[in-house]
């Protein structure tokens, strides 16, 4: 929501944009740090998710399986316009190779490129959409999805290491996951903020810095 009130996404507008809004405005630079940053730890623990999904045979559950995998799939088609953004050499290259991956489908694929860019090659006009697509419809359908795949944990259960399902071996949420979660949240948010504040650009592309 706060990029919207200041991004502009013509061609060589958004790194100027995004230079402006580190130097200029308050707090600018800490909120994108907290942004592209969260963005990594974020997927870090949807891999350990995943992993503990595998782990505890939670694929017998399809439509539980099925609903995640398609959220994995929505999340990296967001990171991945998520990066194009900056629109720094490594995203401007970035979109350039992705897109052109397309053009290898047979009969379609030359068309489906040209309508994906706009034009003959990746411009303004790609910019433009792959911004409307990541601010406008990619939330709404990974929300829809969020909806679904925890409707379907609900009506099946979640997995847990021990395989029980009945209720009078369960626990009540509240007080003890609560507390639980809440020191695991805060024991991630000190690190977090840490890398965040201390060290903003570690896991940034050093040539991502280059307007493209």
Known sequence: FFWQLIFQETFQRPFKMISHIQRDV???WLIRSIHANGASLFFIFMYIHI???IYYSSFFFTKVWISGILMIFILMGT???GYILPWGQMSFWGATVITNLISAIPYIGPNMTFWIWGGFSVDNNTLMRFFIIFIFILPFMLILLVMIHIMFIHNKGSSNPIGLTFNIDKIPFHPYFTIKDLMGIFMIMFPFMYVSIIYPYIL????????A
């Open 51 to 53: 992993a503990r999904g």
């Open 204 to 211: 940034m592309d050093a040539e991502n810095f280059n307007m």
């Open 26 to 28: 308050n707090n600018g």
């Open 79 to 81: 990171a991945f316009l």
